[in-house]
């Protein structure tokens, strides 16, 4: 992976989520409900890249969130970070059995990392909350919430980006799925 073509795209997903984001805000009864792009570059990532550059690359956009991400009085780093470290590992176990450039491919991985990373990710938060006061309206319940219908919202805005997603791949450094045909040279065995 081209990892200086990887920062530009980091950088540019996270403009998009600061900004989009809050333009294209869903607001709910449980709050705004927010797409999530750097969801939709990892998911990227971990289609094409090699596991340990998986890993590498979910640390860091992680890391990027909890550096971005303001929690009100819960500012900590280390949430999206284990989160995403999570969700790096469930996309590894997954990704050999799903098509790699088929756009629900896209839909089914952002539903289900995203799922496992945000239960990380309100899990540590929560666990802070036990062990101090918790800020007014902070409810677990209420981010489990918001966060499952951020992730159907990215998870559709994925499924659109999905094409144009795989066009840039090999700007990352990805290889282009080899078509396999028959093999030339090789006979067939005999019945």
Excluded at 138 to 145: E, F, G, H, K, R
Aim: net charge positive; hydrophobic share 55%; charged share 10%.
């Amino acid at each position: 992976m081209n990892w200086w073509v990887f920062g530009v795209f980091s950088y540019l997903f996270l403009a998009f989520q600061s900004s989009l984001g809050t333009v294209l805000a869903l607001p709910t009864n449980f709050g705004n409900v927010e797409p999530r792009f750097l969801l939709i570059l990892a998911v990227l990532v971990a289609l094409h890249a090699p596991a340990r550059t998986t890993t590498i690359a979910w640390f860091i956009l992680g890391l990027l969130l909890d550096l971005t991400t303001v929690h009100d009085e819960l500012s900590l780093v280390g949430p999206y970070t284990l989160g995403y470290l999570g969700a790096a590992y469930v996309a590894l176990q997954l990704r050999g059995s799903v098509l790699r450039r088929h756009p629900l491919t896209y839909v089914f991985l952002i539903l289900i990392c995203g799922g496992a990373a945000h239960l990380i990710i309100t899990g540590v938060l929560t666990a802070r909350v036990v062990v101090y006061a918790p800020p007014d309206g902070w409810s677990a319940v209420n981010q489990l919430v918001i966060r499952a219908l951020s992730l159907v919202y990215t998870a559709v805005i994925g499924f659109i980006m999905a094409v144009p997603m795989l066009k840039i791949s090999p700007l990352l450094g990805f290889q282009p799925a080899k078509v396999r045909g028959p093999r030339v040279g090789v006979s067939s065995p005999r019945r």
